[in-house]
């Protein structure tokens, strides 16, 4: 079964940057985008950044600039680069994947990956 592997989150102090990267181990077929979503210890998981197979972006209000997402075809990665990291920014991050059916003819999700936990202290 795919599943999306994040990495590159860790320890950073308010006004600091992280690039965060989801890679699916043992795929073959195109990915066609993706999000990152996010959850903190007692809060629901939320949109951070997506991109749409055509290209489309969409960030959550609180990103304001701040965050910017890539997606590398060639290397079938979705990356997530953050600057300006702020406290309340601390949560587990997950990748949510994009990759092409080619029997359904369309893009479809696959599982949610274990996350990578960015942690921002003041």
């Known amino acids: 079964q795919l599943q999306p592997v994040e990495s590159g989150g860790g320890s950073v102090q308010a006004g600091g940057s992280l690039n965060l990267t989801c890679s699916i181990p043992?795929?073959?077929?195109?990915?066609?985008?993706g999000g990152w979503y996010r959850q903190a210890p007692g809060k629901e998981r939320e949109l951070v950044a997506r991109l749409s197979g055509d290209g489309i972006e969409r960030y959550g209000d609180f990103v304001k600039g701040r965050f910017t997402i890539f997606h590398d075809k060639a290397k079938k990665q979705i990356t997530l680069e953050m600057i300006s990291l702020q406290t309340e920014d601390t949560a587990l991050y997950y990748c949510?994947?994009?990759?092409?059916?080619?029997?359904?003819?369309?893009?479809?999700?696959?599982?949610w990956g274990q996350g990578t936990q960015v942690t921002v202290s003041s």
């Open positions: 043992g795929l073959v077929v195109p990915t066609c985008g």
């Open positions: 949510q994947a994009q990759i092409w059916n080619a029997p359904w003819g369309r893009c479809v999700n696959i599982d």
